[in-house]
């Protein structure tokens, strides 16, 4: 039986994000809520399936894998997988066993990774393009993962020619430091620049459970929503 008090978070959200989207004159087929399952069970997740939802996103490899597979021990509707955080390159390989997108592009040596890991998926079965995100630093903190929006277009170029991704549009975090209509103000221009480059690439991934409205204003086509819908984290 499913949790009631997780069927009302999830119910009361939905709510939420449709009247965000009617008062900014969007369509609900547009924005994609992804519920964001870290430290939550696999049991979470089938639950969340029994109320209706297909996207789940995921940060850390070594949970995320054991628990789409857990997932898919019981008989469920298709769902889809988001990874949304930093990857390392040595995790590729297992990422894109499970995974339907990868919202966390932010670099040379992790496009070549999955560059290299793509090829060999090809060659053993049929294997569908992998859809990702550049990721944003809208920082001044180097040591954040993501690509400035002022080298977006030069590392985008590159992805375009890399063969075995699909880039599909831009991830970005409202920095606790700005304004959060500032910095979807900033991923907005980046994702018109992004389509400069590739008209179909114009999705944004932005939004979490305490900012998703304002994100849905900006534009934000894929919502990365935690706790707002799963409640406390369970940490092990």
Same mark, same amino acid.
């Given at each position: ?121 090809? %060659?053993?079965? @049929? !294997?569908?393009? $992998?859809?990702?995100?550049? *990721?944003?630093?809208? &920082?001044?903190? #180097? ?36 304004? %959060?209509?500032? @910095? !979807?103000?900033? $991923?907005?221009?980046?994702? *018109?620049?992004?389509? &400069?480059?590739? #008209? ?37």
């Amino acid at each position: 039986m499913v949790d009631q008090q997780l069927a009302e978070r999830y119910h009361a959200v939905k709510s939420q994000v449709a009247q965000a989207i009617a008062a900014a004159n969007r369509k609900e087929a547009d924005v994609t809520t992804i519920v964001v399952t870290k430290f939550h069970s696999a049991k979470l997740v089938l639950d969340l399936l029994d109320l209706g939802a297909r996207d789940f996103g995921e940060n850390k490899d070594q949970e995320a894998g054991p628990k789409a597979a857990q997932v898919l021990e019981h008989v469920v509707p298709e769902h889809r997988w988001h990874f949304v955080g930093q990857l390392q390159s040595n995790k590729v390989k297992s990422v894109l066993s499970y995974a339907s997108a990868i919202h966390s592009l932010d670099r040379q040596s992790l496009l070549g990774a999955l560059v290299k890991e793509t090829a060999k998926k090809r %060659a053993v079965e @049929d !294997f569908k393009d $992998i859809d990702v995100f550049i *990721e944003l630093n809208l &920082t001044d903190d #180097p040591e954040r993962g993501g690509i400035q929006p002022a080298a977006l277009s030069q590392f985008a170029t590159e992805v375009l020619e890399a063969p075995g991704v699909n880039l599909v549009g831009v991830m970005g975090v409202a920095s606790l430091d700005n304004e %959060a209509e500032a @910095d !979807f103000e900033r $991923i907005r221009m980046a994702s *018109e620049t992004l389509k &400069t480059l590739k #008209p179909q690439a114009n999705l944004i991934s932005a939004g979490m459970s305490g900012d998703f409205g304002i994100a849905i204003q900006y534009g934000a086509t894929h919502l990365r929503i935690g706790t707002a819908i799963t409640g406390p984290r369970q940490y092990n």
